[in-house]
Structures are given as structure tokens and as C-alpha cells.
């Protein structure tokens, strides 16, 4: 009888040991899979003084012009560009050269890889 009350406790257990070890195992898949070492690709970040444009260039040098500017400049970057960094960063982060070019100038940014169209002045 004995036997039988120890057998029985001992079965009765398994679910129990059966879940806490897939509790623990649903643990471990969410934790690897939730780790993830690829490098991340940092977004472009551009000045705040950049105009948001639709890309209509024709439309944006007229704007410029019609709020007494010289024109636009079109900045054409990528991401991890050293060069597009450093002229954002060191070039257009000097205030002289900052206030030159927004008091002359819409700037309007373009991602060489990114999928907006972009209108030139002639209609292309």
C-alpha cells in the first residue's frame, strides 16, 4: 500500500515538474529570441531648420524665392556617411554658416537610397 500511495504521489507530480520545466524553457526561447546583436542602422537625422518638402523642387524654389531667399539647396546624404556626418554636424553646426545659409536658403534633404520621388525644376 505503501508503494502504491508513493507511486501515485510521484505521477501525480510529473505535470507539475512537466510545466515547471516549460515555463522555464518558454523563458529561455523569449530571452534568446528577444536578444537580437545585429548592428542597428541609425535613422538619418537632419537639423530641425531642414524644410519638410514634398519633393516638388519647383514648387520648393518658388516658396524660397517668395520668402525673399536666394533659393534652395538640396542635401544629399545617406546613412553611415562620414562625410554627409560631418557636414551636418561640423560644417552646418558653426552658427555663422547656420544663419547664413537659413536666412539665404530652404535646405531640403534627400536620402540617395530612399524611395521618395523627387520632382526636378523641369518637370522630371
Given at each position: 500500500?505503501?508503494?502504491?500511495?508513493?507511486?501515485?504521489?510521484?505521477?501525480?507530480?510529473?505535470?507539475?515538474?512537466?510545466?515547471?520545466?516549460?515555463?522555464?524553457?518558454?523563458?529561455?526561447?523569449?530571452?534568446?529570441?528577444?536578444?537580437?546583436?545585429?548592428?542597428?542602422?541609425?535613422?538619418?537625422?537632419?537639423?530641425?531648420?531642414?524644410?519638410?518638402?514634398?519633393?516638388?523642387?519647383?514648387?520648393?524654389?518658388?516658396?524660397?524665392?517668395?520668402n525673399?531667399?536666394?533659393?534652395?539647396?538640396?542635401?544629399?546624404?545617406?546613412?553611415?556617411?562620414?562625410?554627409?556626418?560631418?557636414?551636418?554636424?561640423?560644417?552646418?553646426?558653426?552658427?555663422?554658416?547656420?544663419?547664413?545659409?537659413?536666412?539665404?536658403?530652404?535646405?531640403?534633404?534627400?536620402?540617395?537610397?530612399?524611395?521618395?520621388?523627387?520632382?526636378?525644376?523641369d518637370?522630371?
Amino acid at each position: 500500500m505503501r508503494k502504491i500511495i508513493i507511486l501515485v504521489v510521484f505521477l501525480l507530480s510529473q505535470p507539475l515538474l512537466a510545466a515547471d520545466q516549460t515555463e522555464k524553457d518558454d523563458w529561455d526561447d523569449d530571452w534568446e529570441n528577444a536578444f537580437n546583436d545585429q548592428p542597428v542602422i541609425p535613422e538619418i537625422v537632419y537639423p530641425d531648420w531642414f524644410k519638410k518638402s514634398f519633393l516638388e523642387l519647383s514648387e520648393d524654389i518658388q516658396e524660397a524665392v517668395d520668402n525673399g531667399k536666394k533659393g534652395i539647396i538640396v542635401y544629399f546624404g545617406q546613412k553611415h556617411c562620414a562625410y554627409c556626418q560631418a557636414l551636418i554636424d561640423k560644417d552646418f553646426g558653426q552658427k555663422d554658416i547656420e544663419a547664413y545659409t537659413r536666412q539665404n536658403f530652404d535646405v531640403i534633404p534627400i536620402n540617395i537610397w530612399g524611395s521618395n520621388e523627387v520632382t526636378t525644376p523641369d518637370g522630371r
